[in-house]
């Protein structure tokens, strides 16, 4: 004769595996938010200088931006050399490498933008993560690990908050 086992006696709860799966997914997805605002708001600041293949170089832009630092600076470094290299002015009667200089302080704004503000805002605010600690993990992975520590804190962060999490309960 079995024994039956009530299923409210049973604990059921989510493997650790997919409490990490779910929060690097939700961490994928804010970056795809991300990198469209990035992309909108360059399109649309590239446009309004004048800078040609405003939409193109935005694309690049957005697809690069996850990657902090270098990201942004390989993109501001194409798209300043399209400006100075563009044979129409958007700055009339200015030098051509007032106008590269133009774009390159703007990238430098987005980054900061970026980087410092929108980045953790949306991944603290997508996983109940302070934007502020998560701006101060970062700074510190990026100051021990260089580029490697600004790709991977994020998602170490999020990861290690999981395991924290599950094995808390």
Do not use: C
Not at 98 to 105: D, K, R, S
Not at 141 to 152: D, E, H, P
């Amino acid at each position: 004769m079995k024994k039956k086992i009530k299923k409210s006696s049973v604990h059921h709860r989510k493997p650790l595996s997919h409490k990490i799966g779910a929060a690097l997914l939700t961490y994928a997805k804010t970056q795809l938010v991300l990198m469209s605002v990035v992309t909108v708001v360059t399109w649309i600041t590239l446009s309004k200088l004048g800078v040609q293949f405003a939409l193109l170089l935005a694309l690049i832009t957005g697809s690069v931006s996850v990657i902090p630092i270098v990201g942004i600076t390989t993109a501001a470094i194409i798209a300043s050399g399209v400006a100075i290299f563009d044979t129409i002015r958007f700055l009339p009667n200015t030098s051509v490498l007032l106008e590269g200089f133009v774009v390159l302080t703007m990238y430098a704004l987005l980054n900061i933008v970026i980087d410092y503000f929108l980045s953790p805002y949306l991944v603290g605010k997508s996983s109940g993560i302070n934007p502020y600690a998560l701006l101060f993990f970062v700074l510190i992975g990026t100051w021990f690990f260089g580029i490697w520590g600004a790709l991977l804190t994020m998602p170490a962060v999020l990861v290690g908050r999981v395991i924290s999490e599950h094995y808390n309960k």
